[in-house]
Each structure stands twice: as structure tokens, then as C-alpha cells.
């Protein structure tokens, strides 16, 4: 069991994610990548230049180049390893979690990133490295025009002069956080009319919490409405995620943001889409409308862009609103995301687009139990579904497929609970079908 790895790297306070693990820890992760070319991004929280400093000392002291690229998104750091062809990168970034938060995401050479499993070995190497000879140190070089370099990528895979035509008026709520570094210059100059809110980098998150849960972007949806704007977009702290609110002001949750993506994507071009196993369904029924199949994964980005890396799939993406178009990279682009949702804007409004997404609704709920008893129920369903013939998928808790519906149930990594997940084409549905496997997982402890 990993100690310090979790879903997606390394997570906590500073009391856990401190200057000493984040020295050890970039001293294993240099050696696993073979002590070569490693980029270091960072977003701006208050903590982030001390782990910074930590961390490129780590790099330096193993023998590793160290490229610092300064406060970016995790987005232009992640385009970035493919650009400069690096070993690795480390993003110093707590993701969309409160600001006493940092980590260390660990991305490989690939542009995959590493997983729980895999940073268990990363572990095996801490305090196990050979620190390189004083003349073998490598000075650290600074990339100053990261920002620039992602910009101008996605922009030959637009048609700008769609949108310079159309001016879409948007607005853009960055949460405080590092998507300050590029989204209001990146669609100013796509010809978009923009209004811009919580726009400041702050370590403190001032304006909302980080995550971009309809809750918390209440502001953004009624400016939406207020100013008569195409749409609003709002992103979580380090700008992999990204939700929308429709010109009427309704809230586009993460998982339709997705299916809209492969709409969009399969008109372009047809191929397989990847999805966890907890995302709508309306993924997949988009997808079969084009005779595509839609592969599901475990839970959590390294896993979606480990099988992205074997090349089977066009797109992958996930229910909290991440999707990755694999031309900019293989990991979430909520800033190209959301540029392909707004050249889409030029032909209807995003209303109309929805239209096109089927629509479900879902309930989620979870059940308190130890480890034993998520192993009990966990085993339980299985049986049970078996039993009945159910469709299953089983490589992250089970999920049991029916016509119209679905449902999943799940043990949280982290936390002692179960979490049961339905989704129906009727609100009443859902919650009956959740009701059903909350009591059956209640029978099992
Ligand atoms: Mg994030």
C-alpha cells in the first residue's frame, strides 16, 4: 500500500506534503525517470515556492536537469513535456482541493501519469537514491514562454477565424487560480468578447472554493444571465477541469461537458472514447450514435491516460468535467476543452447543443463501513449481480448496467464509506435504484 501516493500523486498539507518529503520524494521520482531532462510547474499557492525549491533541489541533487517553468496551468505543463520531448514533469499543484492543500502530480516522459501502483515503487526509492558527484550537478534552466508555446498549439487546431467572426461574449470565471496565466488572453485573442470574474492569482482562493461545483459558481450563472453572454466557463485551481453555464444560465456538469466533447470530437473524426466507470451514461450513447464503443477505466486521471497511451482510443475524459483532446496531450485540457466548446458556439448556442446530450438524471449516496466491510459488500453485489445475469463491469467497484440505467457501487480510496452512484432517464428511477443498493449493501455488513 502506497504511503504517500495516492489517486494522482502526492496530496496533503503541509504537515504532510512538507520541504522534506518533497525533497526525498523528487529525489525517487528523478531516479525512476532515469535521472534525465524533468520539468517543474507549480500553481500559486502560498506554499508553492517552497515546495518548488524542494523539489528542484531533489532533481539537482540525483543529477537530474531540472526545467523550471515557473506558475503555469497544469494544462501548459503537461503540453510543455511533450514540447521540450522531457524525462518527466513534476506539477506542484493541490488541483481543485482547499488552499492549505498542495501535492506533487508526477507525470512520465509519456505524458502518462503515474499511478498509486506506480508510486509505490517511486516509494521503494526514497532515501535509496545515490546522490550525483559535485561535478555532475546540472544548473537549473528557466522556460519562461510556456504560455505562449500552448497558446499557439491550440490555436492550429481551431479555426479561429470562425470565432473572430462569430465574437462570442463569455464569461470567464477563473476561481483565483492558474488558468489567470492564460484563458482571458488566450480567448481575447481567439476574437472572443470576454468579462473575466475572480480573475486575480490568490493563494487564498478569495472568491470561491476551488472546485467547480454548481454551488460554487453561482456568481459566474448569474452574470451569465445578468449580461446576456454566449456562456460561462469556470475552472478548478490548476485548469484541467472546466464546467459551463448555458446562455439561459444552466449549469453544464463535468460529465456533459465530456459527452459534448465527443460529439464534437466524433464528427471530426470516429474512434473509440475512454471514460471512467463512474460517468454518465450519456457518454456512451453519444458515442454508439457514431458506431464507436466507449472503454471504461478505474476511477482517476493516471489510469484514463495510461490506457490513452496505448493508442486505442480518439478522447478520453471523466465525470468531473476533464477532457483530453490527445493532439494538445494525453492528460485533461480544460482550457482546449473548453476553446472547442466555444468554436462550437459559432454554429448554435450551447442550449441547442445540449439538446444533442441525452439527459439523466442521477443520485449518489454512500454508506459508512471499515475496510472489511467494503471488502463484504463490495463481494456481495457482485454475487448478487451474477445471480441475476446483470451486465457488469468490475475493474473499479461494480457497475451494473441496465437499458436506460446504471448504477455503481464503490469504495472510497481515502475515506470509510461505500459510494452508491445511479443514473436513470427519470429522477424517481434513479433514486429507487440507489434506494435498492443502499439497502442491499446495508444486508452485507
Ligand atoms: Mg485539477
Redesign the pocket.
Known sequence: MAKYFGTNGIRGTIGFVGPELALRAAQAIGAYFGKGKILVARDHRLTGELLRNAVISGLQSVGCEAIDLGIVS?PTAEFMLKKLKADGLIIITA??NPPEYNGLKVIDGKGVSVSRERGEEIEKLIGNVKLASWDAIKPVKKHENAVREHMDAMRTLLHPEKIAKRKPFIVLDLGNGTTATIAPQFFKELGCKILTINSHMDGHFPGRPSEPREENIQELIKMVKETKADCGIAW??????VVFVDEKGNFVVGDKVYALSVLLKLKEKKGDVLTTVATSKAVEDVASKFGCKTIYTKVGAPYMSEEMAKGKAVMCGEEVGGVCWPEISLAKDGIFAAAKIIEALCEKSLSEWMKEIPTYYNVKTRVECDEKGKKAILEGVRKFAKQKGYKTIDIDGVRITFDDSWVIVRASGTEPYIRIFGEAKSKDKAEALVKEYEKLAKSLI
Open positions: 497544469s488541483s481543485h478548478d485551481g490548476d485548469g484541467d477541469r
